[in-house]
């Protein structure tokens, strides 16, 4: 089955160690997004990429970096986590501006 | 600014009918999508309205209208397994997807 894969499903990491959660889809979607997502609030987007357009929200803080490689895989690079990044991070894919289909999450938490 | 609101919370009883209403102000409109969400899961695509009226599906339907910036999703014969967040959210004019914070609903028997 077509799908959006995240790993890890949980990630624990100490204050300010680098963490990578990785996202792979095989929709063989062109577009790829990274939400972060608090308890009881909207998911909040980070960036996305169009192909290999990288486009950062204007909010999104400069400890969080993304990378794609290629079409299947996208990376979240948290630098040095906070307590405050401790969040549910979703993947999500669409085809163009279409519905966009989300993975399972990585739930990270910050010791 | 650009908003949406929807409740925050709702209760039904199992097997009954509810509404989950849904305002949203945006710059532009390119469609309106309800998600579900299970606590400590992914949002799970529900359906899309981009012209209004109704469309149905199942036990779930979503209703439109763009005059007066409102959606609703209706649940029929609720089950248990309904018990989630439903979240609204809105494509503006630049293809952004605008989240509402989402509908906790409790299914009670």
């Known amino acids: 089955d077509a799908m959006v894969i995240q790993n890890p499903r949980y990630q624990v990491t100490q204050f300010g160690k680098p963490v990578t959660l990785s996202c792979s889809q095989t929709l063989n979607h062109n577009v790829m997004y990274w939400y972060q997502q608090k308890s009881s609030q909207a998911p909040k987007l980070l960036f996305h990429?169009?192909?290999?357009?990288?486009?950062n929200e204007a909010d999104t803080p400069d400890n969080f970096q993304s990378r794609r490689p290629n079409t299947s895989f996208c990376f979240l690079d948290i630098r040095s986590p906070g307590l405050g990044d401790a969040a549910m991070y979703l993947c999500a894919t669409s085809n163009g501006a279409d519905t966009q289909y989300f993975g399972p999450g990585t739930r990270l938490t910050v010791l | 600014g650009q908003n949406i609101d929807q409740p925050t919370e709702m209760t039904a009883t199992e097997g009954a009918i509810v509404q989950i209403n849904c305002t949203y102000q945006?710059?532009?409109?390119?469609?309106l999508f309800w998600y579900q969400q299970h606590a400590g899961e992914a949002p799970t695509f529900l359906s899309y309205?981009?012209l209004d009226g109704l469309e149905e599906k199942g036990r779930f339907s979503s209703f439109l209208s763009r005059s007066k910036g409102y959606s609703y999703l209706l649940l029929k014969e609720l089950q248990e397994k309904d018990s989630a967040s439903y979240l609204c959210a809105v494509k503006d004019s630049n293809y952004q997807l605008i989240w509402g914070a989402g509908t906790k609903l409790i299914i009670k028997p």
């Open positions: 309205n981009v």
């Open positions: 990429y169009y192909d290999k357009d990288f486009n």
């Open positions: 945006t710059s532009g409109f390119n469609g």
